[in-house]
């Protein structure tokens, strides 16, 4: 059963993180370390930056997925980017949420709890498709149990599982999803 956010418990998790950068701020300040401080910042622009390109992909379920993931306790954290044009995800929101959020089950229950574990999803948008790139770091419970469940879970059409690789700490995924001409150029 997939969490429902209410409007309180966004504007929660979203003051409790903005609190958390001003104090990173007015502590470097108080150190006068402005260049630090200018770095905090840009980083900042570039985090509001990718959750703009995010949910401008009008794929509101997938957006939500990837933007609340980190907000609960969880044995493996979630950081993204998106590169390329814009498209628009809206028909495939269901699907493409649907299959991303059992393959993040999946990493959740087979991730060693007593190492840091961590996925990079990368989403590379191009003329007809958008190639989402999962790569894994971290240490597994069971490594066959996540190749099997690659090879028994592959999406079903627009989405196809390109290619997958399952290593001792690692494990790097490929999604294509392929979409119609709503794709522009940036």
Not at 26 to 51: C, F, S
Not at 116 to 143: K, P, T
């Amino acid at each position: 059963m997939e969490k429902r956010w209410t409007v309180v418990e966004v504007m929660r998790h979203a003051r409790h993180d903005w609190l958390n950068k001003i104090q990173l701020i007015k502590g470097h300040l108080a150190l006068n370390k402005i260049e630090r401080v200018q770095e905090v910042i840009d980083g900042i622009i570039g985090e509001m930056q990718q959750e703009t390109r995010l949910t401008n992909l009008k794929a509101e379920r997938f957006a939500e997925l990837v933007m609340t993931y980190n907000w609960e306790p969880r044995p493996v954290s979630l950081e993204y980017e998106i590169t390329g044009g814009e498209a628009d995800l809206s028909l495939y929101d269901k699907r493409l949420t649907e299959w991303c959020r059992e393959f993040l089950r999946l990493l959740e229950m087979q991730a060693d709890r007593r190492t840091e574990n961590h996925v990079c999803l990368s989403i590379e948008l191009s003329y007809g498709r958008a190639l989402l790139f999962f790569d894994y770091r971290g240490a597994w419970q069971d490594e066959e149990a996540v190749r099997a469940w690659l090879e028994r879970c592959k999406p079903a059409p627009p989405l196809r599982l390109v290619s997958f690789a399952v290593g001792a700490e690692e494990l790097t995924v490929e999604l294509e999803l392929l979409i119609r001409s709503e794709m522009t150029y940036s």
